[in-house]
């Protein structure tokens, strides 16, 4: 070639290596742009939601308040007020933890469902398969009859252990006069023995911590694992949930402490915590609960959960289709209640354990999800706070995008 073409030839690679550098230029600026616009709306939204929330707070003269929502696109803002412990004025953050009550019904029916998914469970076969030769099985209510699916979405007929004299007297023993911290599974199902079931299965519906403890164990026998260890392996590890941990102990990293009123159904101390940790053991709730978890966690578990993340594809609609009435407007599917809201149809639920609050809401047509943790219990209206926080993102025009 030519020194003229060689000429032409350099002439033309380094006008490609200007083009290319300036096409990069111009695409790294178009980003920065998205991302700074992006940054804006994510504070302006944050902003009017720590307005709700301090709002909330001082009209109710609460401890604290934590939020967080998540948009569309999987930003996740959130506002906090308030302290975490008041004696020692410990500023809530929105890394701090809350025990989260029946919220962990969701996990325990995921779990379920991604037991079903994998042919491990059958949520519509008879429990007896898996636990008919326990010796205490034929005092069950409805005990032939019942079903995972009966028990998930607490149709079985059974009792709620937890509002029983007997439950009550038994912590109170623990507590003062022993020294096991945990009262064992079997013995918290004992107390709905050998009774009339309110229905039979599968023909009415009344809310019990009891159908979930016994769901969990019903999947520790399928699996011989504890349904915690399944849960944090198939849920919160893998989708990085680190602000959500299984309350094995009470002492737990970063736990807001929680208040009630000093006479309460439990009677229990005005603050549930001291330099021992938790005043009682928190997996008490056993498989009907038992986690603790921050507002910003829960709302990412929210979309992962109905985004397909959490679950194999179109899994999750095992957990909300043929929801029942509940008598209340709500409708319950399996861990989750389905609302009719102004914004739309919701899909989540309330926790409570004494000294906290949760609330968790996820809205399907809108892609958004908000949560709200609270370390009172009583006096917050968290659902109030959840549905005006929920009108205060979709509204944002950035919100949608």
Do not use: C
């Not at 019990?208 to 016994?214: A, E, K, Q, S, W």
């Not at 915590?273 to 009682?280: V, W």
């Not at 989750?336 to 609330?359: C, I």
């Amino acid at each position: 070639m030519s020194r003229r073409g060689w000429g032409l030839v350099a002439a033309a690679t380094a006008l490609v290596v200007v083009l290319g550098i300036w096409q990069w230029r111009r695409h790294a600026a178009e980003q920065a742009r998205i991302a700074e616009r992006n940054a804006a709306e994510l504070t302006a939204i944050e902003r009017g939601v720590a307005s709700l929330v301090a709002r909330a707070r001082a009209d109710a003269l609460a401890p604290g308040i934590s939020a967080a929502f998540a948009l569309p696109d999987g930003r996740v803002g959130t506002a906090v007020a308030g302290f975490a412990d008041v004696e020692a004025k410990q500023p809530i953050t929105p890394d701090t933890r809350f025990l989260a009550g029946s919220v962990g019904k969701s996990f325990h029916a995921a779990l379920a469902v991604s037991l079903a998914h994998d042919g491990i469970v059958d949520l519509d076969a008879p429990i007896a398969r898996w636990i008919g030769k326990e010796k205490w099985f034929e005092r069950l209510p409805n005990a032939h009859a019942l079903t995972l699916r009966h028990l998930l979405q607490h149709r079985s007929g059974l009792i709620d252990h937890v509002w029983t004299l007997r439950f009550v007297a038994r912590e109170l023993q623990l507590r003062f006069f022993e020294s096991d911290e945990l009262i064992p599974t079997e013995e918290m199902i004992e107390i709905a023995l050998d009774r009339e079931p309110k229905f039979p299965a599968g023909e009415g519906f009344a809310y019990g911590d009891t159908n979930y403890v016994l769901a969990g164990l019903v999947m520790e026998r399928a699996t011989g694992r504890s349904d915690f260890d399944l849960i944090e392996e198939r849920f919160l590890a893998r989708l990085e949930l680190d602000g959500i941990v299984a309350a094995r102990s009470r002492r737990i990293p970063g736990l807001a402490a929680g208040y009630q009123l000093p006479v309460n159904p439990f009677l229990l101390p005005a603050k549930m915590t001291d330099e021992n940790g938790l005043r009682i053991h928190p997996m008490l709730e056993s498989t009907a609960g038992g986690f603790a978890a921050n507002p910003r966690s829960l709302v990412r578990w929210a979309k992962a959960l109905f985004e397909g993340e959490a679950l194999p594809d179109g899994a999750v609609q095992e957990m909300i289709r043929d929801t029942v009435p509940v008598g209340d407007g709500r409708r319950y599917g399996l861990g989750l209640y389905e609302y009719d809201t102004p914004l739309g149809r919701a899909f989540g639920h309330s926790g409570y354990f004494p000294g906290y609050r949760s609330g968790l809401l996820y809205f399907p047509d809108a892609k958004i999800a908000v949560a709200v943790q609270t370390n009172r219990d009583f006096a917050v209206d968290t659902d109030a706070l959840l549905l005006a926080i929920a009108r205060r993102v979709v509204r944002d025009p950035g919100s949608s995008r």
